[in-house]
């Protein structure tokens, strides 16, 4: 790769990590180019992205971000995964290394916040975003479909009680 290529390379790297809500850094020892390429496709359809770059390009892309401190974690064959959404990246990988044994989470950023193997895995353990969202319109729902129901009701046993005097006058 020529020079002007790494540069665009750091350049394009370090925009994401600055855009990034969260990244993760992972050992791929041994996946072969299928697995990858399966990983990259359930990275896309979580919305987040796997790079694989020369450690000392990734080392000088994290230069003057807030995940800089994640630096030391790019030692032999890693690769990068990251997303907007703080859940959809761990969650993919995590749900990826059960299934592949090669594939080692090693640790990761979120904001400034350095993150070990556990707390990846603590991320992954949460909802998404979308998850989040569904639950929330759920619970603002929830509370008119009751106050539906509880505002009908009284009007409901009131046309009973009117229809059973009904019933009375006709067989008196």
Do not use: C
């Not at 299928?34 to 896309?44: H, S, T, V």
């Not at 059960?98 to 556990?118: F, Q």
């Not at 639950?135 to 009117?162: S, Y």
């Amino acid at each position: 790769m020529d020079r002007a290529r790494k540069e665009e390379l750091v350049a394009s790297l370090g925009t994401n990590f600055k855009e990034a809500g969260v990244i993760v850094v992972s050992h791929n020892l041994g996946l072969t180019a299928m697995q990858m390429n399966d990983l990259r496709g359930k990275m896309a359809e979580a919305g987040a992205t796997v790079k694989v770059a020369k450690n000392r390009l990734v080392k000088l892309a994290l230069a003057g971000t807030d995940a800089e401190g994640i630096t030391d974690l790019f030692e032999g064959p890693t690769f990068l995964a990251f997303s907007q959404d703080p859940v959809a990246a761990p969650k993919t990988i995590a749900d990826f290394a059960k299934k592949n044994d090669k594939l080692v989470i090693l640790g990761g950023a979120m904001g400034n916040t350095i993150l070990d193997d556990n707390g990846v895995k603590a991320l992954a353990a949460l909802p998404s975003l979308d998850e989040l969202r569904a639950k929330l319109v759920g619970m603002i729902q929830t509370p008119a479909t009751r106050v539906a129901a509880v505002t009908q009701a009284p009007a409901g046993q009131l046309a009973r009680v009117i229809k059973a005097y009904a019933d009375k006058s006709e067989a008196a």
